[in-house]
């Protein structure tokens, strides 16, 4: 029987995540992997509480600091995070009793070793609950970046970014939107089961199931436990994939009998919904990660495709057998992933604005080769889950001017919305608050000559 409470094992999975920089998704499973016997609530709870943290954590200790005599860049971690887990069910869960929880951060700091903080603890605890509502940001038309740092936590830097970027109006509906927890979307595996079979089945399976907004035979799930457990994932009718960065394949079309190359392709998402999309094509799918070509490997056995094959190697090194053989190259790069702030919240406080530079630069290494795998006549599709004006519609410009590439209208795909008239233009950008998905950019281009 395990002994061990969930407030214990969300601060023990701070720690590891904040303080010795995990990878948070990763850094979760594999910490819930080690209570076996937790409870689907248990579960659920302790997800709620790390996720939470990481997704609230500069407004946490901004509140914290207002009332503690001591910062907390000079608090003990264990104490630290003790803190930022109580401040958080009594903002963010309003179900869970305050005596209980300051009783509960009292309990973990004697069995951490730090009785003599446990008055601090407590009394810090008991006074933020007074003034909850008081701890405020600045207003917005006061100070802006301010206001949207502590509100939203995130680095300045990002806020100036989304600000320069789309507007002061779009980055508050952007920061809103992804401070809320992510969705499951999943993409149906149309070549094994078709989409009202499989929402049956997810339903028996007592998970609540809605169609999704934006990419063909995207389903937004609710309810879901321990997705990977179900006999429909088990049976390969489905895998987990962003709406988005579902939809960038829907945007391109895809003939029968196509030679399919697609680069940095881990996961392996857009290489399953290319052969969804066309189940007799020969797809190529390629990182430089051999670790994650095996999953893509066992992805594609679990779903059942058998025409994909897998490359090892450096995207940014041309291999000479694969100049103009595609019919289409899928180019979902490495970037900074400012999209995906609602499902990596981590990003909003490890993320470097410098980064964004230098993965710039190494998208159009790799976009200088890729072009030439491209068939005249073939196309290129050119993605991130990044907003950024450097990594997305530079590279696109770049691409145009350097290159022997045309852009692809693709307007007759999309929704004939205002967000969307770039499409004419070859390209689009989606903000997370148009459809709750990641922010995504999606670009198509056509090889010409000879």
Known sequence: MNTVSEREIAVRGLI?????????????????????????????????????????????????????????????????????VSVYQMKFMDKVPVFAICDEAVK????????????FVNGVLRNVYRGLDIFLPPALEEDAIEHMRVKFSC???????????????????????????????????????????????LAKEGIVVNKGKLAKNALILSKTANISALPSFLSGYYHVMDESAAFAVNCVEIAPNSRIIDLCAAPGGKTFAAAYASPDASILSHDIHKFKLNLIKLGAKRLGLDNIEVWSGDATKFDVKLASTADLVIVDAPCSGLGTLRRR??????????????????????????????????????STCTISSAENI????????TFPLKSVDFSGKVPDVPHFSTARDGYITILPQYFGTDGFFISVFERVGE
């Not at 604005?353 to 491209?374: C, G, H, N, P, T």
């Not at 530079?394 to 001017?401: A, G, K, R, S, Y």
């Open 108 to 119: 973990l700091a004697r069995k951490f070793g730090y009785a003599k903080l446990s008055g």
């Open 16 to 84: 590891e995540i904040l303080d010795n920089d995990a990878y948070g998704n990763l850094a979760l499973r594999e910490i819930l992997g080690r209570y076996e016997d937790l409870s689907r609530v248990q579960r659920a709870f302790i997800t709620e509480v790390i996720n939470g943290c990481i997704r609230h954590l500069i407004q946490l200790d901004y509140i914290i600091d207002t009332i503690s005599s001591t910062p907390t860049k000079k608090m003990k971690p264990l104490i630290l995070n003790i803190m930022r």
């Open 155 to 201: 680095q300045q830097w990002i806020a100036e970014h989304f600000v320069r970027e789309i507007g002061l109006e779009s980055t508050v509906a952007l920061l809103e939107s992804v401070s809320k927890p992510p969705q499951v979307t999943i993409l149906a595996n149309t070549k094994q089961i078709a989409l009202d079979d499989l929402q049956e089945i």
């Open 345 to 382: 919240p981590d990003i909003k406080l490890k993320k470097t604005s410098e980064s964004i530079k230098e993965l710039a630069d190494l998208q159009r290494r790799i976009l200088a080769v890729a072009w030439q795998y491209v068939k005249p006549g073939g196309k290129l599709l050119y």
């Open 394 to 401: 530079d590279n696109v410009n770049w691409l145009l001017n």
